[in-house]
């Protein structure tokens, strides 16, 4: 009797997966059965429906039209419809406007959308204004560390928040879990992360937000049981965190290999919100199973985030989907060229020298991988696209050093990035 032993491998190999999977369909499916929009849902469709009514009535009220974009704002926040966020922007324009620029509560919510709008430039100078009005310094400190740290001023951002310690205040310890995460040093990372869920006592919102946020570190810890367990805490804080149940979708494709549930898991959430991010999750998921798939659903994803309104909020994606299944590398690099020029980090110069290569120039892919990001610490995405780089220009050391670095976070790359590192690292 012949035996097929790579067929036997194969299925003890999904066994033991199904085995030690971290994420429940039948829990997914209780949930999708079940789902009704959270509690803070519906006190925040009640509050806008009570502001509109409240402008439709009339005379003006700045009073009104601020609770009106803060109540968009917090829309934005659960279904990430753009429409939200730019409404918001126009309304606190016109207040701002009207108050010559000397409110500085005003001012400061301007920064806040400017920065969930990649605007960090923007952001910074209307900090700027806040703090020469001599007003909110501890909440201006915290929103630069913000601007600074997405601007690539890790040093100014480092400094600023040490000269603002303030060890059981819940905007300090989320930060400071920014600036770990940064230097490498994971577990202080999920540990203020953490320390940030516990500071925000009572208010569910920001407890549920930290908590997230340390789902998400685990899974770049590969601590997955842990990362499955926070995100399921969130969701019974707040059955309408769809960023929440995205990172159940994400466990469940990268780690269970349970495609189907990971699709359905990524349906769901784009049929609930307008959030980009689960359609290219899908496109991630079909990438090796159905690359026909994977184009049709890319094509989609960029009939809605190259609109105008998006702005630059998603050139990381878009420079990865034109390098990839729509090989179109131009796209990319003219992309890349932008996002350099608006924030010059380590990381936005990876892309660049990334789709650079894409576009076989690789003197100049070269010359800013020496000069801009070589020594720097990078994410797995980054990792990945310079170790492939140097695999095609046959420097095998340095790709080895780069792809094998990639595959320590091997759960924050799809899965045909990690089978093409595998692959690479097997020749």
């Avoid at 309304?91 to 400061?108: A, C, H, R, W």
């Avoid at 100014?156 to 310890?173: E, F, G, I, T």
């Avoid at 095609?392 to 091997?410: H, I, M, P, V």
Wanted: net charge negative; hydrophobic share 40%.
């Amino acid at each position: 009797m012949r035996v097929n032993l790579p067929l036997i491998l194969i299925l003890l190999y999904l066994s033991s997966c199904r085995e030690h999977a971290v994420v429940d369909p039948a829990y997914i499916d209780s949930f999708i059965a079940s789902y009704k929009p959270s509690q803070p849902v519906q006190v925040n469709a009640g509050d806008l429906a009570f502001w509109k009514a409240r402008i439709d009535k009339g005379p003006e009220s700045f009073v009104n039209e601020e609770k009106l974009a803060a109540a968009l704002t917090t829309r934005f926040h659960y279904f990430n419809d753009i429409d939200d966020l730019k409404q918001a922007d126009s309304l606190y324009s016109k207040i701002n406007v009207q108050f010559k620029e000397t409110d500085p509560g005003i001012l400061l919510h301007l920064a806040s959308v400017s920065m969930l709008q990649h605007r960090f430039r923007e952001a910074t100078a209307y900090l700027e204004k806040v703090r020469k009005l001599q007003a909110e310094p501890y909440a201006v400190n915290m929103m630069l560390f913000d601007a600074d740290l997405e601007l690539g001023q890790y040093e100014v951002a480092d400094s600023l928040l040490k000269r603002n310690r303030l060890l059981k205040d819940y905007a300090y310890q989320f930060r400071q879990s920014r600036i770990d995460h940064y230097k490498g040093t994971l577990d202080s990372s999920i540990s203020h992360m953490l320390q940030a869920a516990d500071a925000a006592g009572s208010n569910e919102g920001l407890r549920q937000a930290a908590l997230s946020n340390a789902a998400d570190l685990y899974v770049h810890k590969g601590a997955l049981k842990e990362a499955a367990a926070l995100y399921r805490q969130c969701l019974t804080y707040n059955a309408s965190d769809f960023h929440s149940l995205t990172g159940l979708g994400w466990l469940a494709l990268v780690h269970d290999h349970q495609t189907t549930l990971a699709e359905t898991i990524f349906s769901f959430v784009g049929r609930h919100s307008n959030n980009p991010d689960p359609v290219f999750k899908q496109i991630q998921a079909a990438e090796v199973s159905d690359p026909n798939k994977a184009v049709v659903l890319a094509r989609q994803f960029l009939s809605r985030v190259e609109q105008p309104e998006y702005g630059d909020m998603y050139n990381k994606y878009l420079i990865d989907l034109y390098t990839g299944v729509l090989r179109q590398p131009e796209k990319a690099l003219a992309i890349a060229r932008k996002e350099v020029t608006n924030r010059a980090t380590p990381q936005t110069y990876a892309w660049l020298v990334w789709s650079l290569y894409q576009n076989r120039q690789m003197a100049e892919a070269q010359q800013l991988f020496t000069e801009q990001v070589s020594g720097r610490p990078l994410e797995a995405l980054e990792l990945y696209y310079i170790g492939m780089m140097m695999k095609g220009s046959r420097k095998d050391y340095n790709a080895t050093q780069f792809l094998e670095a990639a595959l320590e976070n091997e759960y924050d790359l799809s899965p045909s990035k990690v089978k093409t590192i595998r692959k690479a690292l097997e020749e």
